[in-house]
């Protein structure tokens, strides 16, 4: 199992539009964007998701729905609690465990998304910096658990746009 792991998109500050809420924060101009060019980078490379999987916050799944836009063909989208903030990796990996497909597309948040490939790879303690709207992409032969990773590359909206 190959794993995209992508930090959301740019998204507005908590209190900017009227915004109380965390899990309400939508995706500036700049993460409409930055998502639109992870799905483009992705698709340039022939990258071909089998899933694409979001945190329920908004900003994730802004970032998943533009991305998916520029994918052919264009991945099933779904949402799971276990890529809300805090959830710990087992969670997530029991998660992958029961998705079917090669390569699967997760969009989380910091500092999450550096945990789960920390543990993935097996380096809990590892300072792993993403980027909003980075992709790190960690093969997991055919079940993803803790330390049975390998770190292909990690990327920044920089190096993709």
């Known amino acids: 199992m190959e794993l995209f792991l992508i930090r959301h998109a740019d ?3 908590l209190g900017e539009r ?3 809420d965390d899990a309400d924060r939508p995706l500036t101009a700049k993460g409409e964007a ?8 992705l698709q340039r ?5 089998d899933k ?8 994730a799944q802004q970032t998943a729905n533009i991305m998916v836009r520029h994918l052919q063909p264009a991945p099933e989208v779904t949402t799971s609690e276990a890529l809300a903030p805090g959830v710990k990796p087992r969670k997530t990996a029991k998660l992958l465990r029961s998705v079917d497909g ?15 490939a920390g543990w993935l790879i097996g380096a809990k303690k590892a300072e ?14 055919e079940l993803p658990n803790k330390g049975m990773g390998t770190l292909r590359w990690l990327v920044t ?5």
């Open 102 to 116: 090669e390569r699967i597309g997760l969009v989380g948040h910091m500092p999450d998304v550096a945990e789960w």
């Open 18 to 20: 009227g915004v109380t």
């Open 52 to 59: 694409l999987i979001a945190s329920p916050l908004l900003r």
């Open 128 to 141: 792993i910096d993403v980027a909003k709207a980075g992709i790190v992409c960690i093969e997991c032969g």
């Open 45 to 49: 490379r022939g990258i071909v998701l």
């Open 11 to 13: 998204a507005a500050p």
């Open 34 to 41: 930055q998502a639109a060019s992870i799905g483009k980078a």
């Open 157 to 161: 909206p920089e190096w993709y746009s």
